[in-house]
Each structure stands twice: as C-alpha cells, then as structure tokens.
C-alpha cells in the first residue's frame, strides 16, 4: 500500500513518504509511522477494507496544535482503491475517533482548492467549509492556498 501511495504524483509532497519508493524506503516510511503516537505528534493509522483487511490507505491525526484545542486530519487512499467511498469511512472513523482525544474542540482538515474529491470527502463526512486561507502552506517547495474545513466536537458548536 504504501509504495502504490509513493505512485501518486501529489502524496510524497505532503509528507514524509518518497516518491516512487523502494521496498525499504516504503518500510521505513510504515516504521516511522507507527512511532508517532510515541514522539507525541499524533495518530497514524491504516486504511484497510472490511470484507479481507486488505492495507488501502493512510489517515492521521497530528496534533501539533492541542494546546490550543484544534487537530488536524489527513487521509490518503491508494490510487487503484479510490472511488469506493473509503475516504469518507476511514474520516468518519477517524473524526469519531479524534473526539476521544481530551483536549480536541476541532479538527481541521486543509484542501487545495483543485482537490475536489478530497473536498468532497471532507462534505461527505460532515466536515463544514470555513474558507480560503491563500498562500497558508508548504506542498512540493510551493507555498499554496488552502480550503480550511472543520469539523466541531459535538455539544461546542456555538453556531
């Protein structure tokens, strides 16, 4: 799974998983992921089907910002796996999961504008659009525009 991910053109952008990995360079990538609930900086978790436990994805929460009561949400499906609907399960799980977490009031999710599947995921899980953050992030050596979506801990929404 996580060398079919390091295929998608966009996805070693965003993280720590090369491009076009090697069996080793996949391992290590997997490695570093299960130790990061260890380091503090969150939650890394595979995406896997129901019917045969089969690995199809990656989901995240990191929590760079918990001190301040926010998370932020990542997802990643592998590219022959998309299309199914696993995103949008895997960050209903991953929301549900992220309100377990003391502390959390809301988790983030940030989308480039041109992501419409993604933008759909996160509409589809219930996640409400707040705006454009222009120029807001790092991906690929560009600074780039971001859509924020979030997604409000039950009972704190003052809307």
Not at 28 to 42: K, P
Not at 93 to 102: C, D, H, I, N, R
Request: hydrophobic share 35%.
């Amino acid at each position: 799974m996580a060398r079919e991910l390091s295929t998608d053109p966009y996805v070693p952008q965003t993280g720590s998983l090369p491009g076009h990995a090697t069996e080793h360079e996949a391992s290590d990538w997997v490695v570093r992921q299960q130790g990061r609930h260890a380091e503090g900086v969150g939650f890394s978790f595979t995406i896997a089907t129901s019917s045969d436990d089969a690995a199809i994805g990656h989901c995240g929460l990191w929590l760079k910002n918990l001190d301040a009561g926010r998370a932020t949400a990542g997802y990643a499906i592998s590219p022959p796996e998309r299309g199914h609907g696993y995103a949008t399960e895997a960050l209903v799980a991953l929301t549900e999961f992220g309100w377990t977490v003391p502390g959390i009031q809301r988790i983030e999710l940030f989308i480039e504008p041109w992501n419409s599947a993604s933008l759909h995921t996160a509409e589809r899980a219930g996640y409400r659009r707040e705006g454009l953050l222009a120029s807001h992030q790092m991906v690929g050596g560009q600074r780039r525009d971001m859509i924020l979506s979030a997604s409000v801990r039950p009972g704190c929404s003052t809307r």
